[in-house]
């Protein structure tokens, strides 16, 4: 017997670790799944039938649908500026010699590992006083909120983009530059499409974490003016039938589909 | 095409001078080889011909028209990469067709001059494909169509062939020599390779920390190499240190009395001879300078035998023979005979 044809015990091991962690993570997601289709308004095991009735539930709940449609608002508008602001960001990270360059890096990360109480409590305080000092309306404004969560599209914006552009050879722009392209076409022409596969990943990514942002949102929303995860939440206090398990179900299907598409076109798992 | 002339470039930073007082003048239709050893200031005069580098000091002129401080995208340099810099997301008639794109060429006049310049690197029918999709070599032919496309007046060419393996860089080098000459291209290539250099040259440059050692044909080079470094580097040469005893007459360190007609003059001197230039044996005897040589190590090189000798304690010296029927490798520790002729030895200043 070869030692290739008997799996080693290291082997088995490594294979079990990742079994273990995968159904870890995919559980979650396996139980708002069937709880969805639970036919009783209290969830319990086991169900006693099954039954759709919970999606036109959350399909036709009016919270759940402006919600729905104010989160799909700030985030694309949240996404947009924050590639923005960030793209031109990380060039100059990583192209010229700033002043404090990896402090600003550091700084332009943080929000991803600030909690988001913590982020929200902040920005309470701060459009507050803003408020207080200029007299415009800012804390619980659409700008307001599209504010913040631009702050939290950011750092994956830079991460992303600096991390092609790390990678990226130069000698393509010279080469277009030799070929007769001024600096703003190679940017266009050259350096743009070649990093284009770090955009749109940090665009999805940004638009994810903004999309399910509860935390910082709770501070920051106004009246009738409810994010698709806070509706959620003052739906939970309430309730607890499976509109929320269908609710969530249609999310994670959305995105799952955002994910696939965008895959067919820059393949994710390489610039992630 | 026009001629591209290089007058007193130089460039430093700060007190690093990489290069140091250029001037060559390229003709019409030449293909001039910068030649020298890695770090020389070769690729950073490249650069500047093509406007990466800005020069310190100096003027680069193509033709009639002065480029010094243009841009890169106003010199037309065609510039072929070592690294070939295909756009990767651009299909090979797209990159092809990006520098006539950039002079708003129309668009009928476009496709035809892109499938003429893959028609010239016979990658006709690769015109879909992507880089990635291509062979080094096949890659290599495409930077060189895309610099050719857009009608260059210079064409540059760093390095082209150090990435393709040893077979297929012979095969390129005639390519590019042929269509170089077909199309009158004024040529500048960079290249640390000598064979590379002598192969496809017109004239070559020999730098070395940043200076020009010397401009010529390969003959004018290894016939007549202006330097003891020029000597050493081009093609190989066996260097006996000492001093100048008086017009035609060297002495070695070791006390070898020489005669050498091409000691002129006074002081300390290296006299430079060419190893194949040295006979040995009875065809060394006739030789107005013949010496017993021991034999310290001998190389068989298949076609060549390369003996190094000592003559004394103080001169030692290579030599090269042809591995003719019957020529036994002498060994170790025997002694021979080697002579020369008077005028086959070259003298130079003794370097510091």
């Known amino acids: 017997m070869s030692a290739a044809a008997r799996p080693s015990f290291g082997r088995l091991a490594l294979n079990g670790a990742a079994c273990l962690s995968l159904g870890f993570i995919l559980l979650p997601l396996i139980f708002v799944t ?38 799909l608002q700030v985030g694309v508008l949240a996404t947009l500026i924050g590639l923005a602001l960030g793209v031109p960001a990380s060039l100059a990270l990583v ?29 309470y305080v701060f459009q507050i006083e803003t408020e207080i000092a200029t007299g415009l309306p800012v804390l619980g404004s659409l700008g307001g909120l599209i504010a913040a969560h631009t702050l939290v599209v950011i750092p994956w914006v830079v991460r992303l983009v600096t991390a092609s552009l790390t990678g990226f050879d130069r000698t393509i722009e010279e080469a277009a530059q030799n070929l007769g392209a001024g600096p703003l076409t190679t940017f266009w022409r050259v350096t743009l499409p070649s990093i284009r596969p770090g955009i749109v990943a940090a665009g999805l990514f940004g638009f994810v974490t903004s999309f399910g942002n509860l935390e910082m949102s709770l501070f920051l929303v106004g009246p009738g003016r409810t994010t698709l995860p806070i509706a959620i939440l003052q739906y939970l206090e309430w309730k607890i039938d499976p509109t929320v398990a269908a609710a969530s179900l249609i999310q994670i299907v959305l995105i799952a589909v955002a994910m696939v598409v965008t895959d067919r076109y820059v393949k994710l798992s390489r610039v992630v | 095409m026009a001629r591209l002339s290089i007058e007193h470039l130089r460039k430093s930073y700060g007190d690093l001078t990489v290069v140091d007082d250029v001037t060559i003048d390229i003709a019409d239709g030449e293909f001039l080889v910068l030649l020298g050893p890695s770090g020389c200031g070769k690729t950073t005069t490249l650069r500047m011909v093509a406007g990466f580098v800005p020069p310190s000091s100096g003027k680069l002129s193509i033709g009639e028209r002065n480029v010094t401080a243009l841009p890169p995208w106003k010199r037309n340099c065609g510039l072929v990469f070592q690294s070939y810099a ?154 006996l240190d000492g001093e100048i005893a008086g017009n035609g007459r060297f002495r070695t360190k070791g006390g070898l009395d020489i005669a050498c007609a091409a000691a002129t003059g006074m002081g300390s001197a290296t006299l430079a001879l060419r190893p194949e230039r040295i006979a040995v044996g009875g065809e060394a005897q006739g030789c107005p300078n013949h010496y017993e040589a021991k034999v310290e190590h001998a190389s068989y090189l298949g076609a060549l035998l390369d003996i190094h000798v000592s003559l004394s304690e103080h001169d030692r010296m290579l030599l090269q023979i042809p591995n003719r029927a019957g020529v036994a490798e002498p060994k170790p520790g025997e002694t021979i005979t080697i002579g020369w002729a008077q005028d086959a030895g070259l003298v130079y200043p003794r370097e510091a």
């Open chain 1, 34 to 71: 069937w709880l969805a289709f639970f036919r009783q308004e209290i969830p319990s095991f086991p169900p006693e039938g099954y039954s759709l009735k919970w999606f036109s539930a959350a399909a036709s709940n009016k919270p759940f649908i402006d919600g729905f449609i104010l989160s």
């Open chain 1, 95 to 123: 192209r010229h010699r700033i002043t404090l360059g990896p402090a600003v890096n550091t700084l332009l990360l943080l929000p991803l590992v600030m909690p988001g109480i913590v982020l929200g409590t902040a920005l």
């Open chain 2, 86 to 239: 295909l756009f990767p997301h651009m299909t090979v008639a797209e990159n092809v067709a990006f520098g006539l794109e950039m002079r708003k060429v129309a668009q009928a006049e476009r496709s035809m001059r892109v499938a003429e310049a893959l028609r010239l690197v016979q990658l006709t029918g690769f015109d879909g494909r992507y880089p990635r999709q291509l062979s080094g070599g096949q890659q290599q032919r495409v930077a060189l169509a895309r610099a050719l496309a857009m009608e260059p007046d210079v064409l540059l060419l760093d390095e082209p062939l150090s990435n393709l393996d040893a077979k297929l860089r012979q095969e390129v080098r005639v390519e590019i020599r042929d269509l170089q000459r077909k199309l009158g291209l004024t040529t500048i290539m960079v290249t640390h390779d000598q064979e590379e250099a002598l192969t496809m040259a017109d004239r070559l440059v020999v730098m070395e920390k940043g200076q020009v050692r010397q401009i010529g044909t390969q003959r004018e080079l290894y016939e007549k190499p202006a330097d003891r470094f020029v000597a050493g580097f081009i093609g190989r040469s066996a260097f």
